[in-house]
């Protein structure tokens, strides 16, 4: 610890105003104050503060993500051997599933920092914490198969375009980590579509696919066939092909638990999008027959209840549509914004095949239209404190 | 039996250090002070140069926009300095007191045999006046104004804040005197908030022609504009005026005795001092005498005030114009090792994602450290949990910021005063100044349209 300090103060003048690097100041800085939190003492307002930060906040939402993260580890494995026909020992899926997420994570914290820090440095601005949480989302969000560069090229537009464009961290419109999603998908359709990308079937020598694998998500049969292979168990616990973080929904729902207890995640958005899922599940099952091909009418006649746990759906609603910058940030905008990202995220992936998920469109929607429903809260908030003095005037 | 109003947000920061229920004395200080920085938004113009004698209850300085309104000298004795700041704007003006205080004589008078004018001259001649503040602004009321009612808090709900109950032994009379002499001034009500977690003291509820009301609930339930929003709130165009209710008690002394004799009983509190007690002392008096008698050997903030409003004072600091309480809270600002992932069992937080949720009732031992540095806006809905206005503070907050004083009236500006925002400051994550930006926003609504 003392060594540490005594490093910072060693080069601390290389990094100030008339030192070699100057201009790095926001990085050296950035550094500092990520091994230590800074001994400033108040200097106006309230002589007393709560000990909480930003960074503090980021952590619990990363470590909130670990469960999710691990789970896809083994997954990765689990399904790459699955694929071959091997059965291999545990901890050799989860380090199977390792070697390939490890990399991504290298490469979504280190492209998105750096160009972070190079926004600092041109801004002069002290770095923001915001990128921690969406450098472990994005990985978790991409499929096993994505190459590195186009995890790059995805982050690097959704920390220009998606935030510093905007202003840095607490300014953006959307959510930068499906920002990077929705870029991947849109620039790289013919590859992130399909069902090549979910399982990792490279052969080494001597290794073959079985006969009839199908790589093929849960939504993606369902949008295609109606069916699918799996179980609603295989569902929940998370043994199915998917983004990497998204397949457990129980290691989701750990993380949920971890959001709600220390209520960094906002319980109103995730129960009312639970409740827009439902409304729409429920919906889907009563008009079911009328569907207009046999394939939509079994996708329609899944059990509500089902649709929670397949596809993005709990890992979007649990860590993207609770992000406080780009959600609802009135209390009662938050019954609607989450409300109704639960609706759309289960109406757009019944209704449009040609999507595998609609969770990550449903939230981006939903963050466009945030500010509007804001608005409106608030008007109603000003018109009743405007009739007030007109009661009392007339 | 008064009606009972439930305040459910806000909280109560539990520090170490509460005062005593007992009367320690001490030396007289030897020199007092008047501060203009106590007073927002006000051009203050000198009445005495150095070396002037003064009595108790002779003008200062006065407000230069008006003229009636007097700043008093709470003791007698010579202007031994007048201390500038920048621009030569003046920070103190220090009185070093007689042995034995000479009062100047107002007499004394019933308030209700006298006429509304007549209570208004004496309060403004003897310095009694800007004991009397207004919403909005929160600024020293315009006596020009009548106000719709008047209110006053009769307790502090405020970290380590002295007992109204216990201060208003003895002082019954005076107090309702006071109130007296305000109810003349209103063709509104005159309205008592008192604690509703226990029975409060007959000085409060036994006043007649008064409305009191309990309100019962954590900080900040004793603010005054909490109860204010709670009860009636404030309208656009109506103007409310606000006391503490130690300072009726100098109205009420005032017309009692004919004297300005600003004496309060205050709490000398915090983790730092050694016998946390209470004191009787008057208004502006020399915190010296009082700090020697034992703080902890640290690096000590001493404020004036409560931990969340008070003011920055050092050891030879002056009590503040409002202040019934010195603070002595340890000064802290060491660099904390990972601090961001470290339990931090010694710190306040209404968040669980630090630990001290495990032990809700520990006093705790804060420090004045800002815990992290500032940030843009963040979180959300964490000002709402602490802030019992039916108001939106974080969109206020910005509309100050962008200086819309439409957006600013609109979203209910007029109600409150930077206090009111205190604890939205404290619970910030984002460790945004908050209770200095809400003062701006008054500042510039008040250059905009006048008290």
């Known amino acids: 610890m003392k060594l540490f300090k005594n490093i910072l103060e060693g080069i601390k003048p290389t990094f100030e105003k008339g030192g070699k690097l100057e201009k790095l100041y926001p990085v050296y800085d950035g550094f500092a104050t990520f091994l230590f939190v800074p001994g400033h003492t108040t200097h106006t307002g309230a002589h007393v503060r709560d000990g909480i930060d930003l960074k503090r906040t980021m952590v619990t939402v990363i470590l909130a993500l670990v469960p999710a993260l691990l789970f896809g580890m083994w997954n990765a494995g689990h399904m790459h051997y699955n694929a071959l026909g091997e059965s291999v020992e545990f901890m050799d899926k989860f380090l199977w599933g390792a070697m390939k997420i490890v990399p991504m994570i290298v490469v979504s914290y280190g492209v998105g920092l750096g160009v972070e820090f190079i926004f600092c440095v041109i801004k002069k601005h002290q770095i923001q914490e915001g990128y921690l949480v969406s450098g472990m989302l994005i990985p978790l969000i991409m499929p096993i198969d994505i190459p590195l560069w186009m995890v790059a090229m995805s982050v690097i537009f959704a920390v220009v375009i998606g935030k510093e464009v905007f202003g840095g961290t607490g300014m953006n419109i959307l959510n930068p980590a499906l920002t990077a999603r929705a870029f991947a998908f849109f620039a790289y359709p013919s590859y992130m579509s399909g069902d090549k990308v979910w399982i990792n079937t490279s052969t080494a020598e001597g290794q073959f696919v079985v006969d009839g694998f199908s790589g093929a998500t849960v939504l993606g049969d369902l949008a295609t066939n109606g069916?699918?292979?799996?179980?609603?168990?295989?569902?929940?616990?998370g043994f199915i092909p998917g983004s990497i973080g998204e397949t457990s929904t129980v290691a989701i729902l750990i993380g949920a638990v971890v959001l709600l207890f220390t209520g960094i995640g906002s319980w109103k958005i995730m129960l009312s999008g639970l409740i827009g899922a439902i409304t729409m599940g429920l919906i889907f099952n009563a008009v079911a027959p009328?569907?207009?091909?046999?394939?939509?009418?079994?996708?329609?006649?899944?059990?509500?209840w089902q649709q929670l746990i397949m596809g993005g759906f709990a890992f979007g609603l649990v860590f993207m549509a609770t992000d406080p910058v780009s959600a609802s940030q009135t209390d009662r905008g938050k019954w609607i914004y989450g409300f109704l990202v639960g609706l759309f995220a289960i109406m757009i992936r019944v209704f449009n095949p040609a999507y595998p998920e609609g969770i990550m469109l449903a939230i981006l929607f939903m963050n466009v239209m945030a500010p509007l429903i804001d608005h409106y809260v608030i008007e109603a908030n000003i018109t009743k404190r405007k009739k007030r003095l007109k009661a009392k005037v007339a | 039996m008064p009606e009972v109003i439930k305040i459910k947000k806000g909280v109560d920061i539990k520090?170490?250090?509460?005062?005593?229920?007992?009367?320690?004395?001490?030396?007289?200080?030897?020199?007092?002070?008047?501060?203009?920085?106590?007073?927002?938004?006000?051009?203050?113009?000198?009445?005495?140069?150095?070396?002037?004698?003064v009595q108790a209850g002779d003008a200062v300085f006065f407000d230069k926009d008006r003229s009636d309104i007097l700043f008093t000298s709470p003791v007698s004795g010579e202007v031994v300095e007048v201390v500038r700041g920048e621009k030569r704007k003046i920070l103190e003006v220090r009185i070093l007191a007689d042995q034995d205080i000479k009062y100047r004589d107002f007499g004394s008078s019933k308030p209700s045999d006298l006429s509304r004018e007549d209570v208004k001259a004496k309060m403004l001649k003897s310095g009694c006046w800007p004991f009397v503040r207004q919403r909005p602004y929160n600024i020293i009321a315009n006596p020009n104004r009548a106000p719709r009612d008047i209110y006053v808090s009769c307790f502090d709900s405020a970290p380590l804040a002295p007992d109204a109950d216990f201060v208003v032994h003895g002082q019954e009379a005076e107090f309702k005197l006071g109130i007296q002499a305000l109810q003349q001034l209103?063709?509104?009500?005159?309205?008592?908030?008192?604690?509703?977690?226990?029975?409060?003291?007959?000085?409060?509820?036994?006043?007649?022609?008064?409305?009191v009301t309990r309100y019962k609930g954590p900080h900040p339930a004793g603010n005054v504009g909490v109860q204010i929003h709670a009860t009636a709130p404030i309208n656009k165009g109506e103007t409310v005026w606000t006391l503490n209710f130690q300072d009726v008690i100098i109205i009420g002394r005032l017309f009692k005795e004919g004297k300005f004799d600003a004496q309060r009983s205050m709490a000398l509190c915090g983790s730092q001092v050694l016998k946390p007690r209470y004191y009787k002392l008057t208004m502006g008096a020399n915190l010296k005498t009082l700090l020697e008698e034992g703080l902890k050997p640290t690096d000590n903030r001493i404020i004036s005030g409560n931990v969340l409003t008070g003011s920055h004072v050092n050891f030879e600091g002056y009590l503040g114009f409002y202040d019934s309480q010195v603070t002595v809270i340890p000064e802290g600002g060491?660099?904390?090792?990972?601090?961001?992932?470290?339990?931090?069992?010694?710190?306040?937080?209404i968040s669980r994602a630090l630990f001290n949720w495990t032990m809700p009732n520990k006093a705790l031992k804060l420090d004045a450290s800002l815990n992290g540095e500032e940030r843009a806006f963040v979180v959300t809905g964490e000002y709402d949990k602490v802030f019992p206005f039916d108001i939106y503070p974080v969109q206020l907050i910005k509309s100050i910021m962008v200086k819309d004083i439409e957006a600013m009236e609109n979203l209910g500006i007029y109600e409150v005063a930077e206090e009111d925002f205190a604890l939205c400051e404290v619970v910030c994550t984002s460790k945004i100044p908050v209770q200095e930006t809400v003062r701006e926003g008054l500042n510039m609504m008040l250059n905009e349209l006048g008290d």
């Open chain 1, 290 to 304: 009328y569907a207009i091909s046999p394939e939509q009418q079994s996708f329609m006649a899944v059990p509500y």
């Open chain 2, 15 to 53: 520090l170490q250090g509460s005062a005593e229920k007992i009367y320690a004395s001490t030396a007289a200080p030897s020199t007092y002070a008047l501060k203009p920085g106590d007073f927002p938004a006000i051009r203050l113009k000198l009445s005495v140069k150095e070396g002037d004698e």
């Open chain 2, 334 to 349: 060491d660099p904390r090792f990972f601090g961001w992932l470290t339990p931090n069992l010694d710190q306040f937080s």
């Open chain 1, 227 to 237: 069916t699918t292979q799996y179980s609603s168990m295989d569902m929940f616990l």
């Open chain 2, 186 to 211: 209103t063709d509104g009500k005159v309205h008592l908030g008192v604690d509703g977690s226990n029975n409060p003291s007959e000085a409060f509820t036994g006043i007649d022609d008064t409305v």
